[in-house]
């Protein structure tokens, strides 16, 4: 076994103490003293202890905000100087990049090359590309044409105010970088946010906020609730004084959140699930389109909404890419994500890899071969082979539903109309993948497919100034690019009679 990775000693730090949670610019204990554990999922052993926030603790956290945000200097301040201490955030973590990284391979399982050289990068990137939204927040001028009122003159415009105090809840898939995604753009905006990060994967969000409020944040501008999200998410997504809330998670959470939005019809963005189909076409390169199929569903260890978990293959090279799929499978190495030869390290939480393992066990009792993989595997720590599917149908679980781990199912097909058919048939509209030679194919292909991203020769791509998002039940709105400012901004008419 290759030498482990050493920690960085900043990392070490934070998680060897009780990690309170921020209000109003103090770092203070859970109104009622409770705190829970938090696990490293390579182990199982604890790593943490967080202060559990709940519904008081999210109170205070909101009268805060709606106090930084009505008598504060965060939306008053000039754009200019707001998109600068924006910017600072994404020098600030990339100054911290290998604390963060352990932070995330620690508390999520993560390879560390990988959370460095992906998720820290990309997440200051996302900062310094909203940064430059602060001063082009623009409104438009109107010539009104009032028919009733034939004879007067008209000065109209429009302004984008920010929309007020935000609650934005995140997953653990992508601690920081969901953090990045939320935080990037109300920051920018001028919002003050309440943010309550996964309870499996709280660390990075902590540590990002101690260094939003170096790079200058005044107090109470950002808070942090860690907490349980049926008592803390749930008290934030019900919240009458939230103007809007901002989730990423699963549907089924999703739908709840839309529920409890209801009290006050405060604005929401969901990004949600997926069920991803990724097509291969008999013209494409299948240098490239093998492992790329797989990328696009062991990345992450497969806990990625957007994941390419339903791999169609035109007939004529079907065994071909089921083969090549299945070796790629076997020769990842799942191990802890401090080993530098690791692959792919742990999943999340016991509780994943039962849900995981639950999928497998329900799918091969329906009929599906496990061509690689299928289990979990032996050991401390929360681990599942990586795992290809065949024989499977549109009426199984593994096929039907999103898993959310390294299982991929794959099945041919004859024609485009089929493939059509069958890749938009599904509940969820998040991602797709399309592999081909043939341009014309790959963007009425591109069209066809009934998804917020569709990648073409390629998987995984993502970028700050790029939308990101669903149809269907795959969510409401879209995170990134400029069109994410239109989540956190309002637009008011002005119309003066001259």
Partial sequence: ????????????????????????????????GKTFEVFNPA???????????????????????????????????????????????????????????????????????????????LAADLFHYMAGFATKLDGRTIAPTVPYMPDA??????????IGVVGQIIPWNFPLLMAAWKLGPALTTGCTIVLKPAEQTPLSALRLAELILEAGVPEGVLNVVT????????????????????????????????????????????????????????????????????????????QCCA??????????????????VSKHADSIKVGSGLDPDTDMGPLVSQEQQDRVT??????????????????????????????????????????????FGPVVTVKPFKDTDELIGAG?????????????????????????????TVWVNCYNVFDASLPFGGYKESGWGREMGSEVLECYTETKSVCVQI
């Avoid at 003159?153 to 920010?162: D, F, G, I, M, N």
């Avoid at 994941?307 to 090549?324: I, K, N, Q």
């Fill in 1 to 32: 076994m290759a030498t482990e990775i050493q920690i960085d000693e900043r990392a070490r730090e934070f998680v060897g103490s009780e990690r309170p949670m921020l209000i109003g610019g103090d770092w203070v204990n859970s109104a009622s």
């Fill in 43 to 121: 182990t199982g052993e604890v790593l943490a202890n967080v202060a559990e926030g709940d519904s008081e603790d999210i109170d205070r956290a909101v009268k805060t905000a709606r106090a930084a945000f009505e008598g504060g200097p965060w939306a008053k301040m000039s754009p200019s100087e707001r998109g600068r201490i924006v910017h600072r955030i994404g020098d600030l973590i990339l100054e911290h990049g290998d604390e963060l990284a352990a932070l995330e391979t620690l508390d999520n399982g993560k390879p560390f090359a990988i959370a460095r050289a992906a998720d820290v990068p």
């Fill in 153 to 162: 003159e008209w000065h109209a415009y429009t302004l984008r105010e920010p």
């Fill in 227 to 302: 907490g349980f999200g049926e008592t803390a998410g749930a008290a934030l997504a019900a919240h009458d004084d939230v103007n809007k809330v901002a989730f990423t998670g699963s549907t089924e959470v999703g739908k709840e959140i839309v529920k409890a939005a209801a009290g006050n019809l405060k604005k929401l963005t969901l990004e949600l699930g997926g069920k991803s189909p990724n097509v291969v076409y008999s013209d494409a390169d299948m240098e490239d389109a093998i492992p790329g199929a797989a990328n696009a569903i062991f990345f992450n260890h497969g």
């Fill in 307 to 324: 994941a390419g978990s339903r791999l169609f293959v035109e007939h004529e090279h079907y065994d071909e890419v089921l083969e090549g």
């Fill in 358 to 403: 639950g999928f497998l066990d329900q799918g091969k009792s329906d009929g599906a071969k496990a061509v690689t993989g299928g289990s979990a595997v032996d050991g401390p720590g929360y681990f599942v082979q990586p795992t290809v599917l065949s024989d499977t149908s549109a009426d199984m679980s593994v096929e039907a539903e999103e898993i």
């Fill in 424 to 452: 938009n048939g599904t509940a969820y509209g998040l991602a797709a993948g399309v592999w081909t030679k043939d341009i014309s194919k790959a963007h009425r292909t591109a069209k066809a497919l009934r998804a917020g």
